[in-house]
Nanobody, 115 residues
Framework: QVQLEESGGALVQPGGSLRLSCAAS????????MAWYRQAPGKQRDLVAL???????HYADSVKGRFTISRDNAKNTVYLQMNSLKPEDTAVYYC?????????WGQGTQVTVSS
């Protein structure tokens, strides 16, 4: 069974940092594009960051320079390091694994940026 489990979400003050993790099982992890999406209440789910190989990354303009995506294939885990967090970063963050036309989603982890 394929499972993606996000962790690391929390309440953090503006300017703070968090590191999200997504552990995958049931897939050949290295064959999949991994990505982070986020969805705020009443808004669409948007791409935050994506990684294919070890150094092929893409970021949404809103997080470029603040967030870093990385993956550890030996641990079947993708990470999202989030720095200089802003209130507008508040959302449920979802992990995605995609290979061709097949996609798997995690359950999401809540990130709240507030004073």
């Amino acid at each position: 069974q394929v499972q993606l489990e996000e962790s690391g979400g929390a309440l953090v003050q503006p300017g703070g940092s968090l590191r999200l993790s997504c552990a995958a099982s049931g897939i050949i992890f290295s064959d999949y594009v991994m990505a982070w999406y986020r969805q705020a209440p009443g808004k669409q789910r948007d791409l935050v960051a994506l990684i294919t190989g070890d150094s092929d990354m893409h970021y949404a303009d809103s997080v470029k320079g603040r967030f870093t995506i990385s993956r550890d294939n030996a641990k079947n885990t993708v990470y999202l390091q989030m720095n200089s967090l802003k209130p507008e970063d508040t959302a449920v963050y979802y992990c995605l694994a995609r290979k061709f036309t097949t996609s798997y989603w995690g359950q999401g982890t809540q990130v709240t940026v507030s004073s």
